[in-house]
């Protein structure tokens, strides 16, 4: 039975995929975990997680792309394990004394971690289906396969996940990589005089190994960050954030390290102990020391990294999990925050919170872009936008002449968040493709109005005149395969930049970049297998990109 989209089904086939959705959606029901009492269940998920990252470092190793795809699966399957918890667990609370792992306990968070990441699957592709974005088939009466993408969408999806041709990868920069050898020694040292036995430890805060940690995390984080400093996220700015972020860090840091080195001394994960567990006063009074801020700027910052503070179910972008009913006991996973991108994570919690404010975030990245991609251009080139078109046509971002080669270039830029949930991509998918629109009807425009330009200013001759012209969409963070066929193609923005910044010819650039060399090849730089995933006795198949390097 061939893949079919939704809209081409018929009514039976689409009521037995339909009954593997409705399967799926009871797989909650009846989890051992939930007669624990919630708090509880909650910080045994966030243990058993830990436990798992930790076994993936011991078998593949530390900061590889399996490490970092197992991380980023349990931050979302964790995530819903625990929405799960906070809907359907025993209400009652535990005391702190009892976070303690027996073997029933750990069982019953286990059997609920992987029915909660096998059911991620099912929550990404379902919704694809519906929209007849993805293709489905089945395989078997209990197991569906969806699919359909062509080779250039997967390119694309690749390259969104990171993957990059040999020339293009650049050494992957994380805010984890920066424990130094004297640094390594002194946790050496706490963890040597630190409390505990093999199951649990503890050791006073080292206060000036932070603040030593926090110095250097802020210096790496200031390359990762896009924004400028001064953009008001909240009640605090961007830069109180990076600084704020930093000492979270340094905190995880010496805690993941900790452990690790425990683990070593006593032949045993401290499995009690990888959860980093404080009272929401002690978070701020801590951070806000390592940091130099004020608490209320903190309590404020760690407010909005509370699991819970928006719907987004992401262990990575709200890492402060609630371990009691009032909130006031927050647990965090350490190797979250050391493997995020924070600066992307508090502006979509900006987005939820305070739509007003991300407004005007996102209405001044347009300059943001344009400002980069004339600082970093070849002298030769000349560099003009935004342009204001009549009769309520839409702006030209950008216009670029390279008038030794007679080309120009009239670029749209888009600047979309990424997507983290399937109905997201639908929704910034639908958006991405209004800007191919609207640089359609700017080219119409254009081609009526040759010296529309030039009379302005924006050219030196009329645009009819020039041997070559380029229409083209420039994203960041997000875009999706468009047949450039339509003669409006897709450049990222990193390879386009780079072509302003390498080439002295616009002409040449631009057909390399049409090329599309900057994608990873399938085969080269990633491949694609169907991944198997199953809840309460129904399965779906789904495509899987690996890296190959």
Same mark, same amino acid.
């Given at each position: 039975?061939?893949?079919?989209?939704?809209?081409?089904?018929?009514?039976?086939?689409?009521?037995?995929?339909?009954?593997?959705?409705?399967? &799926?959606?009871?797989?909650?029901?009846?989890?051992?975990?939930?007669?624990?009492?919630?708090?509880?269940?909650? $910080?045994?998920? @966030?243990? +058993? /997680?830990?436990?798992?990252?930790?076994?993936?470092?011991?078998?593949?190793?530390?900061?590889?792309?399996?490490?970092?795809?197992?991380?980023?699966?349990?931050?979302?399957?964790?995530?819903?394990?625990?929405? *799960?918890?906070?809907?359907?667990?025993?209400?009652?609370?535990?005391?702190?004394?009892?976070?303690?792992?027996?073997?029933?306990?750990? &069982?019953?968070?286990?059997?609920?971690? *992987?029915?909660?990441?096998?059911?991620?699957?099912?929550?990404?592709?379902?919704?694809?289906?519906?929209?007849?974005?993805?293709?489905?088939?089945?395989?078997?009466?209990?197991?569906?396969?969806?699919?359909?993408?062509?080779?250039?969408?997967?390119?694309?999806?690749?390259?969104?996940?990171?993957?990059?041709? &040999?020339?293009?990868?650049?050494?992957? /920069?994380?805010?984890?990589?920066?424990?130094?050898?004297?640094?390594?020694? #002194?946790?050496?040292?706490?963890?040597?005089?630190?409390?505990?036995?093999?199951?649990?430890?503890?050791?006073?805060?080292?206060? #000036?190994?932070?603040?030593?940690?926090? +110095?250097?995390?802020?210096?790496?984080?200031?390359?990762?960050?896009?924004?400028?400093?001064?953009? @008001?996220?909240?009640?605090?700015?961007?830069?109180?954030?990076?600084?704020?972020?930093?000492?979270?860090?340094?905190?995880?840091?010496?805690?993941?390290?900790?452990?690790?080195?425990?683990?070593?001394?006593?032949?045993?994960?401290?499995?009690?102990?990888?959860?980093?567990?404080?009272?929401?006063?002690?978070?701020?009074?801590?951070?806000?020391?390592?940091?130099?801020?004020?608490?209320?700027?903190?309590?404020?910052?760690?407010?909005?990294?509370?699991?819970?503070?928006?719907?987004?179910?992401?262990?990575?972008?709200?890492?402060?999990?609630?371990?009691?009913?009032?909130?006031?006991?927050?647990?965090?996973?350490?190797?979250?925050?050391?493997?995020?991108?924070?600066? !992307?994570?508090?502006?979509?919690?900006?987005?939820?919170? +305070?739509?007003?404010?991300?407004?005007?975030?996102?209405?001044?990245?347009?300059?943001?872009?344009?400002?980069?991609? %004339?600082?970093?251009?070849?002298?030769?080139?000349?560099?003009?936008?935004?342009?204001?078109?009549?009769?309520?046509?839409?702006?030209?971002?950008?216009?670029?002449?390279?008038?030794?080669?007679?080309?120009?270039?009239?670029? !749209?830029?888009?600047?979309?968040?990424?997507?983290?949930?399937?109905?997201?991509?639908?929704?910034?998918?639908?958006?991405?493709?209004?800007?191919?629109?609207?640089?359609?009807?700017?080219? !119409?425009?254009?081609?009526?109005?040759? %010296?529309?330009?030039?009379? %302005?200013?924006?050219?030196?001759?009329?645009?009819?005149?020039? #041997?070559?012209?380029?229409?083209?969409?420039?994203?960041?963070?997000?875009?999706?395969?468009?047949?450039?066929?339509?003669?409006?193609?897709?450049?990222?923005?990193?390879?386009?930049?780079?072509?302003?910044?390498?080439?002295?010819?616009?002409?040449?650039?631009?057909?390399?970049?049409?090329?599309?060399? $900057?994608?990873?090849?399938?085969?080269?730089?990633?491949?694609?297998?169907?991944?198997?995933?199953?809840?309460?006795?129904?399965?779906?198949?789904?495509?899987?990109?690996?890296?190959?390097?």
């Amino acid at each position: 039975m061939a893949l079919r989209l939704k809209s081409d089904a018929i009514e039976n086939f689409v009521d037995a995929v339909q009954a593997i959705e409705d399967a &799926a959606d009871h797989c909650r029901q009846n989890l051992r975990l939930f007669a624990y009492p919630s708090n509880l269940a909650c $910080w045994a998920l @966030l243990s +058993r /997680i830990v436990l798992q990252i930790e076994q993936t470092i011991l078998e593949h190793g530390y900061r590889t792309q399996t490490q970092s795809a197992v991380t980023y699966n349990l931050g979302r399957g964790g995530a819903q394990a625990i929405a *799960w918890v906070g809907e359907l667990g025993t209400k009652q609370p535990a005391t702190r004394r009892e976070f303690v792992f027996d073997a029933d306990l750990f &069982a019953a968070a286990s059997q609920t971690l *992987w029915a909660a990441v096998s059911y991620e699957s099912f929550t990404t592709v379902f919704p694809l289906w519906h929209k007849s974005v993805l293709e489905a088939e089945m395989i078997k009466t209990d197991v569906v396969r969806f699919g359909g993408q062509d080779d250039n969408s997967r390119r694309v999806r690749a390259y969104l996940q990171g993957l990059r041709p &040999a020339l293009d990868r650049e050494p992957h /920069i994380e805010l984890g990589d920066v424990l130094e050898p004297t640094v390594k020694r #002194k946790i050496h040292n706490i963890t040597e005089n630190a409390r505990g036995d093999r199951f649990s430890f503890s050791y006073s805060g080292p206060t #000036k190994l932070y603040g030593q940690l926090y +110095r250097r995390y802020f210096e790496l984080a200031g390359s990762l960050f896009r924004h400028d400093d001064s953009l @008001l996220v909240g009640t605090y700015t961007l830069g109180d954030f990076r600084s704020f972020y930093s000492a979270l860090l340094a905190v995880c840091a010496v805690h993941e390290h900790a452990c690790f080195l425990r683990s070593q001394l006593t032949q045993r994960y401290p499995e009690n102990s990888g959860v980093m567990i404080h009272r929401l006063q002690d978070w701020v009074k801590l951070l806000a020391k390592v940091s130099q801020l004020s608490k209320e700027l903190v309590a404020d910052m760690v407010g909005d990294l509370v699991f819970g503070a928006t719907r987004t179910l992401d262990l990575y972008g709200h890492p402060f999990v609630p371990l009691d009913d009032k909130s006031q006991l927050l647990g965090v996973v350490p190797h979250f925050p050391l493997k995020s991108r924070p600066d !992307e994570n508090i502006l979509r919690v900006c987005s939820y919170l +305070r739509p007003g404010l991300y407004d005007a975030i996102t209405n001044a990245k347009e300059e943001q872009m344009r400002k980069d991609l %004339r600082s970093r251009a070849s002298s030769g080139f000349k560099i003009r936008g935004p342009r204001t078109l009549p009769g309520g046509l839409p702006d030209i971002d950008l216009i670029i002449e390279d008038a030794s080669n007679s080309t120009v270039v009239v670029a !749209e830029l888009k600047w979309l968040r990424k997507s983290i949930r399937s109905v997201e991509h639908i929704t910034q998918e639908a958006s991405f493709l209004r800007g191919v629109g609207q640089l359609e009807r700017i080219r !119409e425009f254009l081609q009526d109005n040759p %010296r529309y330009l030039v009379d %302005r200013g924006d050219l030196s001759e009329d645009l009819g005149k020039f #041997k070559s012209v380029y229409y083209v969409l420039v994203p960041l963070d997000y875009f999706v395969w468009v047949d450039p066929g339509r003669g409006i193609p897709v450049i990222d923005y990193d390879p386009f930049s780079r072509m302003l910044t390498q080439h002295r010819n616009v002409a040449e650039g631009m057909e390399e970049l049409l090329a599309f060399d $900057w994608l990873p090849m399938e085969g080269r730089d990633f491949g694609i297998k169907y991944e198997t995933f199953t809840v309460n006795g129904v399965s779906v198949e789904t495509e899987v990109i690996y890296a190959s390097y």
